[in-house]
Nanobody, 117 residues
Framework: QVQLVESGGGLVQPGGSLRLSCVAS????????MGWFRQAPGNEREEVAT???????HYVDAVAGRFTISRDSAKNEVYLQMNSLKVEDTANYLC???????????WGKGTLVTVSS
């Protein structure tokens, strides 16, 4: 069992920044991949960024160059630094932990990011 708790969401103006955090607890392995998805009303859930056991990262094109994912494996935490935010970034941001061995995954409840002037 894994529990994921996100924080850091809120209301921000276009061009502003937010830093999201996710803390994982329970049966967490160093080899787990962690990342962030987002879902806006009426849209499919979209993978935003992931970081694997080696620190290799992947970003969806829409956020590349603006968002940075990082992790502190010793603390089982993952972060998403979001800069130059746009209105279209508005969504519920969900933390994910994925186990490479069997493909199992766990989701947090999400933290809402609203970009509006």
């Amino acid at each position: 069992q894994v529990q994921l708790v996100e924080s850091g969401g809120g209301l921000v103006q276009p061009g502003g920044s937010l830093r999201l955090s996710c803390v994982a607890s329970g049966n967490v392995y160093r080899t787990d991949t962690m990342g962030w998805f987002r879902q806006a009303p009426g849209n499919e859930r979209e993978e935003v960024a992931t970081i694997d056991r080696n620190g290799d990262t992947h970003y969806v094109d829409a956020v590349a160059g603006r968002f940075t994912i990082s992790r502190d494996s010793a603390k089982n935490e993952v972060y998403l630094q979001m800069n130059s935010l746009k209105v279209e970034d508005t969504a519920n941001y969900l933390c994910i932990l994925r186990r490479p061995y069997n493909g199992m995954g766990w989701w947090g409840k999400g933290t809402l990011v609203t970009v509006s002037s």
